[in-house]
């Protein structure tokens, strides 16, 4: 049975966390990163109804093709996880040949893979002085290690979502976790 999915064109990129840790607002950028360097994006958000302190989830899928299939994801190809709580949850859904990123600050997990990217988000983000930008972080390693969208598309995504107070800071946590990674 075909599930309608194209799995040349299309990644699918889950990002992870708790209320509050701006999961939900790394994903609309990188959605619109995708736009802009012309692929076709589709993202979709999960979070309880309390919303600060509970997992959240955000899903992205990312396709070169005119279309995207049914914007579910059952196994994720990428994920993007920012605490330990959402990353217990979710990893079980997460292929097991995908790029796994984890905020190594907040979540333990002894996985020596090529595929596994430990990324002190929260120690870097305390250096920007802002613990809010970890998600940035984590994105910005993303981004380097997949080539899934451009760093130009980033920024500029930022540039049109986040307040201008926030721009340059969010645009330098981009930078710090693109240059974390060799």
Do not use: W
Request: with cysteine; net charge neutral; aromatic share 8%.
């Amino acid at each position: 049975m075909h599930s309608g999915k194209n799995e040349e064109s299309e990644t699918s990129i889950r990002f992870c966390g708790l209320g509050g840790m701006g999961v939900i607002l790394v994903s609309v950028i990188l959605g619109k990163a995708a736009i802009y360097d012309k692929k076709n994006a589709i993202q979709t958000q999960s979070y309880g109804a309390e919303q600060r302190g509970t997992k959240v989830r955000s899903d992205v899928i990312i396709s070169k093709s005119d279309m995207i299939s049914y914007p579910v994801i059952d196994k994720a190809d990428i994920l993007v996880a920012i605490s330990q709580e959402a990353f217990d949850f979710y990893y079980p859904n997460t292929k097991k040949d995908g790029f796994i990123f984890i905020n190594s600050d907040l979540i333990q997990f002894d996985d020596d893979r090529k595929n596994v990217f430990k990324i002190p988000a929260s120690k870097i983000a305390k250096e920007l002085e802002n613990e809010k930008v970890a998600n940035m972080i984590m994105l910005g390693a993303l981004i380097k290690v997949t080539n899934i969208v451009s760093k130009d598309a980033i920024i500029r995504s930022i540039s049109d979502t986040v307040s201008e107070k926030y721009k340059d800071l969010n645009i330098k946590a981009i930078e710090k976790g693109f240059n974390i990674i060799n």
